[in-house]
Nanobody
Framework: QVQLVESGGALVQTGGSLRLSCVAS????????MGWFRQAPGKGREFVAA????????AYGESVRGRFTISRDNTKYTVYLQMDSLKPEDTAVYYC?????????????????WGQGTQVTVSS
């Protein structure tokens, strides 16, 4: 079965950086669009970033554009999220997700496969 395993979450100070990783198995990774979402306590799941199957096309949520960078290594079946200039409002559980097509990439319910999440906490 499909498994997505995130790692890299931590407690970091405002202005700091983190790099999240998500390793996929049980699917042909180069055939999937990969996305990152986040969910803060009491809030819905928010789109963070996505990249297409080759990694050459990316999309970002408004709140992270210019600070976060998504990338992927198709040989390692891994997608990354580099997070810079972190703010307390970036505190959330971060999830990676996989879908077969680029359309509706910003909508969580279009992704059939999800990881368990990794906690990112940004202290002020």
């Amino acid at each position: 079965q499909v498994q997505l395993v995130e790692s890299g979450g931590a407690l970091v100070q405002t202005g700091g950086s983190l790099r999240l990783s998500c390793v996929a198995s049980g699917l042909v990774f180069p055939n999937y669009v990969m996305g990152w979402f986040r969910q803060a306590p009491g809030k819905g799941r928010e789109f963070v970033a996505a990249n297409d199957k080759s990694g050459s096309v990316t999309a970002y949520g408004e709140s992270v554009r210019g600070r976060f960078t998504i990338s992927r290594d198709n040989t390692k079946y891994t997608v990354y999220l580099q997070m810079d200039s972190l703010k307390p409002e970036d505190t959330a559980v971060y999830y990676c997700a996989a879908k077969p097509t680029w359309g509706a990439k910003g909508f969580a319910n279009s992704y059939p496969h999800w990881g368990q999440g990794t906690q990112v906490t940004v202290s002020s």
